[in-house]
């Protein structure tokens, strides 16, 4: 059995390390706000030119968090379709804590549309649904 | 191409032997400004010959608490390993190939950098 003990460090890097599915997956994210956008279900990678052939000096880059209707997926097995997933991207991510934040509010953002649609077609018809509770 | 794409994909050494399979991707935040972010670009990928996939990291942070579950969780990841993306050759099939002579990585996630 190999041990880890026994294996080298890798080469120091000068940025910042996280490991995607243990730091990024399912942390939620908060607008500037602190409002709640999502969670991020997945990364969205850029792809190599050529998979059969990887060029060491161009490795993936993130491009996006991506979040979607992921829950069933998750009990019976499969994969979500691309399509399916609303982007956020990468550049307006400003800190990768707890949680992840973004830049931008949340209303603006594609990812907060089915809490927006709720709000503006179920939530403000219920008598009282329009103003804080007093 | 996303993560998902990676994660649970096997491993196989330029020989053919198999390493174990993806269970995590480590990412480098130390690219050039990227709006509010550096760019960020993968860095290896977490190997294990055992686990489907990595629960809460045990293996690679170093937390021993609570003992029983950290025992049993750094035991069911056991013989993990971190392999860099300079050392992977191929991502065809769904299946990942490491360039001949690849070296085998500790997967202990010490953080660096600022």
Redesign the interface.
């Known amino acids: 059995?190999?041990?880890?003990?026994e294996?080298?460090?890798?080469?120091?890097?000068?940025?910042?390390?996280?490991?995607?599915?243990?730091e990024?997956?399912d942390r939620q994210i908060l607008d500037p706000d602190g409002v709640p956008i999502s969670a991020v279900d997945?990364?969205?990678?850029?792809?190599?030119a050529d998979?059969?052939?990887?060029d060491?000096q161009h490795?993936?880059?993130?491009q996006a968090l991506?979040t979607g209707p992921i829950l069933m997926t998750r009990i019976f097995g499969g994969?979500l379709p691309?399509s399916r997933?609303i982007r956020i991207?990468?550049?307006?991510?400003?800190r990768v804590g707890t949680v992840v934040s973004v830049?931008a509010a949340a209303d603006s953002l594609d990812a907060s549309w089915t809490e927006r649609w709720m709000r503006d077609h179920v939530i403000s018809r219920i008598p009282g649904g329009r103003h804080d509770p007093e | 191409?996303?993560?998902?794409d990676l994660?649970g994909s096997p491993v196989l050494t330029a020989d053919g032997e198999r390493v174990g399979q993806v269970?995590?991707?480590?990412?480098?935040?130390?690219?050039p400004p990227?709006?509010?972010?550096?760019?960020?670009?993968?860095?290896?990928l977490?190997v294990s010959?055992h686990a489907h996939?990595?629960f809460?990291?045990y293996?690679?942070t170093g937390v021993d608490a609570p003992a029983l579950i950290a025992r049993f969780l750094s035991w069911r990841a056991?013989?993990?390993?971190?392999v860099?993306?300079?050392?992977?050759?191929?991502?065809?099939d769904d299946v990942v190939r490491l360039r001949p002579g690849a070296?085998?990585?500790?997967?202990?996630?010490?953080?660096?950098?600022?």
Do not use: C, K, Q
């Open positions: 059995m190999r041990n880890d003990r294996l080298p460090a890798p080469p120091p890097v000068a940025g910042r390390v996280l490991d995607a599915d243990l990024l997956l997945d990364l969205e990678l850029s792809t190599p998979l059969a052939r990887l060491p490795p993936p880059v993130v991506l994969r691309e997933f991207p990468w550049s307006i991510v400003t830049g | 191409m996303i993560l998902s994660l269970v995590d991707a480590r990412l480098a935040l130390d690219g990227d709006g509010f972010m550096v760019r960020t670009r993968v860095y290896g977490v010959p996939r990595s809460a990291g293996e690679r056991r013989g993990s390993v971190l860099l993306w300079t050392d992977l050759a191929s991502f065809t070296r085998l990585y500790s997967p202990r996630l010490e953080h660096s950098g600022p």
